[in-house]
């Protein structure tokens, strides 16, 4: 099956700076990458995603980009704000009629005031 | 509309007692999942439903099983639940290639 690795565990980073994380994924198959914000008790939700089709997608401060070649993926957020500090997934989705949606083990992104 | 919802949000079991986690969507997903969430380990799927009628173990299936009951409910059952089964449950669900939806989740401790 699918094997997602993010990095690093836990950033932290100064108010205005930029954060980056980065997965990589094992199945040439998967062809849907989303990312994932997860407040403290909270459930999971998306705040951008990539197909295997685009090398790169922006959305205001938040961006991602996908090497499919390399099979890694990375989430770039400029501009950090407090309100940015969260738990954050990267998944993959297998294709091949499979659809197991797998995931990272999570970045924890500090943003100090 | 509300998306994805589970039954119950908490659940405190005794070693051995059984139980279902339910969860119905109401967008017309095809595909359903069950995660647990423990500390540092991120989201592990333990059964996935990529379609009405068909299930798959995902990476933790072990001590759990589960039932499609229909394209809009997804159920997860415990039979004799251990203490290493104390997490946090989400169900989720999507439509092939597009956003995945969460429940709310389930805190359960087994005592």
């Known amino acids: 099956g699918e094997n997602v690795e993010q990095h690093p565990s836990t950033l932290s980073v100064q108010e205005g700076d930029s954060a980056v994380i980065k997965c990589t994924y094992s199945d040439s198959a998967s062809n849907y990458f989303p990312w994932y914000k997860q407040e403290l008790g909270k459930r999971p939700q998306l705040i951008i995603d990539?197909?295997?089709?685009?090398g790169e997608k922006k959305d205001q401060r938040i961006a991602v980009t996908l090497n499919k070649t390399a099979k890694h993926f990375s989430l770039h957020i400029t501009e950090t704000q407090p309100e940015d500090s969260a738990v954050y997934f990267c998944a993959a989705l297998s294709g091949a009629g499979s659809y197991q949606l797998t995931f990272g083990k999570g970045t924890k992104l500090s943003v100090i005031p | 509309n509300a998306g994805v919802t589970q039954t119950p949000k908490f659940q405190v079991l005794k070693t051995g007692q059984s139980m279902t986690l339910q969860c119905a969507q109401d967008?017309?997903?095809?595909?359903m999942y069950w995660y647990r969430q423990d500390p540092g380990m991120g989201l592990r799927l333990i059964y996935y439903s990529a379609s009405e009628g068909t299930t798959d173990k995902g990476e933790v299936p072990n001590g759990y099983n589960v039932s499609r009951l229909n394209k809009r409910e997804f159920s997860l059952r415990l039979e004799s639940a251990a203490p290493s089964q104390t997490s946090v449950y989400f169900c989720?669900?999507?439509?092939?290639?597009?956003?995945?939806?969460f429940g709310q989740g389930t805190r359960l401790t087994v005592v």
């Open positions: 990539i197909r295997s089709n685009v």
């Open positions: 967008m017309n997903h095809n595909s």
């Open positions: 989720a669900s999507t439509r092939q290639n597009t956003e995945a939806f």
